[in-house]
């Protein structure tokens, strides 16, 4: 006598969504359309399953943190030349929006 798994997925569709969903191709919300289940009772099913629920990669992300951090001192070390090219410009002796609403009262717009 066969045993079935009662948290397995039951039907063809239910085993489809589930590897769709962890090749990436349907998002937890069809997921759980197909389940016919809310997505809190879906994230517990699949994680009864095994099925790891977020996509997280640390070495991605500390990757991403190293260039942060190289942006960020780089940034220190050009935010001086960029204030001095800055200063260069002269200061534009009215608002946009006033400069705006002359423009349009002057027929020049």
Do not use: H, N, W
Not at 45 to 63: R, S
Not at 88 to 98: E, I, K, R, W
């Amino acid at each position: 006598m066969q045993t079935i798994d009662t948290k397995a997925p039951q039907t063809d569709p239910e085993l489809i969504a589930v590897r769709s969903f962890q090749a990436g191709e349907l998002s937890l919300g069809q997921v759980a359309q197909v389940f016919a289940k809310s997505k809190q009772e879906t994230m517990r099913l699949l994680a009864e399953l095994g099925v790891p629920i977020a996509d997280y990669d640390l070495v991605e992300d500390l990757a991403t943190l190293e260039c942060a951090e190289v942006t960020e001192q780089s940034t220190a070390q050009i935010l001086p030349s960029l204030v001095a090219f800055r200063a260069t410009f002269p200061l534009q002796p009215v608002s946009a929006g006033d400069f705006c609403r002359e423009m349009r009262d002057d027929d020049r717009f």
